[in-house]
Nanobody
């Protein structure tokens, strides 16, 4: 599975931005109802943190508390990938955003295990 992220950039606080991820390749898990995709982010000196995920078969979404109500993850069937719509951006959202894919289970918190990583895309929120 190869993941290609795009759409990062520099925006001002309160602006919106969408990052996208295109997927190529497949694993047996994608047809098993236990596959999901999502986004993590990382800032210098900090560990990568979970942002959002979506279950591929049912479209069940899950968000980190820090972005709930502002970010929306959705499937992009044309790209076999996902989009992350980010609204009301804050300076603390500044990070490198990584597209991920892997196993998904509603019993986990967060529900996505990132088995595959794409390259990151920089999102900078600054006035």
């Amino acid at each position: 599975v190869q993941l290609q992220a795009s759409g990062g950039g520099l925006v001002q606080p309160g602006d919106s931005l969408r990052v996208s991820c295109a997927v190529s390749g497949r694993t047996s898990e994608t047809n098993a109802g236990t596959y999901g995709m999502g986004w993590f982010r990382q800032t210098p000196g900090k560990e990568r943190e979970f942002v959002a995920s979506i279950n591929w078969s049912g479209g069940i979404t899950y968000y980190a508390d820090a972005v709930k109500g502002r970010f929306t993850i959705s499937r992009d069937n044309a790209k076999n990938g996902v989009n992350l719509q980010m609204n009301s951006l804050k300076a603390e959202d500044t990070a490198v955003y990584y597209c991920v894919a892997g196993r998904w289970s509603s019993r986990w918190d967060p529900p996505l295990r990132a088995d595959y990583w794409g390259q990151g895309t920089q999102v900078t929120v600054s006035s």
